[in-house]
């Protein structure tokens, strides 16, 4: 992932929308006078007048049918068959504002009863304006699609700056403090009792912490490494709580030809171990298998009185990582007697 950052000067919208509608009300006047020949200055001015509501009506049942359409295609917003379907639509509800606008302003206002629709004039009137409506179409599209673009753009930058603030997080919190202090402190124990284990204590150590610091830069591992580290970090909690706390794996897929974002075990299994009680008698099972392209991890449920205080690095954590390269999600079952993660699986 590159640290470019993608900035984006939003363009007024409204100011060049404006601008069009002006530029037509001041056109279509001149044309309508040109083509029958009336060029005088009371039919310009009715003209003036009348074609920026005509315009504006046009523009806003544009504007509302795009909106629309939106709402109800998110996700294929940028499909061009949706402008097959839009442009009917906004020519149907135009042509009803044209007639609205003609018979209940127009004729009012120039105090005659109605205008007859089966004329030559009426005709081009309504021609005309549809076309200017497929021109305001044009433009009202090309607005929309330049501002769904900065939209995703700025999705990708904000998903950018996330995942840069949720490595920074996930590495400070993984190379925990605690978990430190409480490995040297059992290993302190173990060199006076068991050379032999406090060796093979310092190998497990010195892997897991190798893994930390190598994948700091990764969005995906295989399962064959998170595995591997998982054994060194769960070599180190069974020295640390002993039979407190049990593993089981239950791994049936080609662990070398699927990925998911580094330190997911470790994280899940942190806190099985932060949350819940356990005793010989009662011991934490944590067990970690394949089911189908998932991973399902899943301990039982013995909840401590006084949870520790949260590292800041869950499940959103994982989440947010899993965004950054696929759509697929993660799914969390909690109840009385259990805790269950299934994380899918991304093929190599």
Aim: no cysteine; proline share 3%.
């Amino acid at each position: 992932m590159n640290n470019l950052s993608l900035s984006y000067k939003p363009v007024s919208t409204l100011k060049l929308t404006l601008i069009v509608m002006l530029s037509i009300s001041i056109v279509f006047p001149l044309l309508f006078a040109y083509i029958n020949d009336e060029m005088t200055r009371q039919i310009l001015l009715r003209e003036l007048f009348f074609t920026p509501l005509r315009i504006g009506g046009i523009t806003i049942i544009a504007y509302a049918v795009i909106q629309v359409i939106n709402f109800f295609i998110k996700g294929y917003q940028t499909n061009p068959i949706r402008y097959f379907l839009e442009l009917p639509v906004i020519w149907f509800f135009t042509y009803w504002w044209l007639i609205f606008v003609v018979q209940k302003i127009e004729a009012p206002v120039r105090h005659v009863e109605s205008f007859p629709t089966d004329t030559w004039v009426f005709r081009q009137y309504i021609g005309l304006f549809m076309i200017a409506t497929v021109f305001i179409f044009v433009f009202q599209s090309g607005l929309n699609f330049y501002k769904l673009a900065q939209q995703k753009a700025a999705q990708a930058e904000q998903l950018q700056k996330e995942f840069a603030q949720v490595r920074l997080q996930a590495l400070r919190s993984q190379v925990n403090p605690h978990f430190l202090f409480n490995s040297l402190s059992v290993l302190s124990s173990l060199v006076h009792v068991n050379a032999e284990l406090s060796e093979r204590f310092i190998i497990q150590l010195s892997r897991a912490y190798r893994y930390i610091l190598d994948q700091k830069e990764l969005e995906l591992v295989t399962l064959k490494k998170e595995l591997e580290f998982l054994d060194a970090y769960f070599f180190l909690l069974q020295i640390r709580f002993e039979q407190k706390v049990q593993l089981i794996r239950e791994i049936n897929i080609d662990i070398e030809n699927y990925k998911l974002p580094p330190l997911t075990l470790q994280l899940l299994i942190e806190n099985a171990v932060k949350h819940n009680k356990m005793s010989a008698s009662h011991p934490l099972t944590i067990t970690v298998k394949t089911v189908e392209e998932n991973l399902v991890v899943e301990n039982n449920i013995n909840t401590r009185d006084q949870n520790e205080t949260s590292t800041g690095i869950g499940l959103e954590n994982i989440r947010s990582r899993y965004a950054m390269v696929t759509d697929k999600k993660i799914i969390i079952e909690k109840t009385d007697d259990y805790f269950r993660a299934t994380i899918p699986l991304l093929k190599s």
